[in-house]
């Protein structure tokens, strides 16, 4: 998930905007008690485990939801987010092109200078988080497990028809 990237970015962020904390929820394991240990608790809060009405309404009051992944298969929890009308900035990878392509803003992945960028472009622009919100919220209404079911049913009867 590269969360590590969000961790590096943090003590850059109160120089930019002083209003902006970034916020990590999840179960706790070694990875994260390693990253929760090298961080200045000012700049991240790590949640530790969330309700699923816990996590909607973090994701919900956020000013965007960031995901910096550096490969992905299909990333639910981005796709949430949209459907609470929260802005989100991605890392340029293939899986959210195809997912997230004209309903966010996309960043290099691993580049601090570019993601630091894209979060203060959608800060300091309401009028264009207002238009991914939109967007977003639009487009994560095409996901149905109607839709799922029935692709899944589309992709076995061909298969079964070759």
């Known amino acids: 998930k590269n969360i590590e990237q969000l961790i590096r970015i943090a003590p850059k962020l109160p120089g930019i905007h002083p209003n ?16 929760e240990s090298g ?3 000012d700049a991240v809060t790590f949640f530790g485990p969330a309700t ?4 909607t309404q973090l994701v919900s009051n956020a000013t965007a939801y960031v995901s910096p992944s550096r490969d992905e298969g ?21 899986t959210h092109r195809e997912l997230l ?15 630091l960028a894209a979060i203060h472009r959608l800060h300091a622009d309401t009028e ?3 238009i991914l919100s939109a967007r977003g919220i639009a ?4 996901f149905t497990w109607e839709r799922c079911a029935s692709q899944t049913l589309d992709a076995y009867q061909g298969i079964a028809t070759r």
């Open 20 to 35: 902006l904390h970034i916020c990590i929820v999840g179960r706790p394991d070694d990875f994260s008690r390693a990253l």
């Open 39 to 41: 961080v200045k608790r």
């Open 52 to 55: 699923e009405e816990e996590r």
């Open 74 to 94: 299909f990333d639910l929890p981005t796709l949430e987010a949209l459907a609470v009308g929260t802005p989100v900035i991605a890392s340029d990878i293939p």
């Open 101 to 115: 392509d004209q309903v966010a803003d996309f960043f290099t992945p691993d580049d601090d200078t570019a993601l």
């Open 128 to 130: 264009r988080r207002g």
């Open 139 to 142: 487009h994560a209404r095409t």
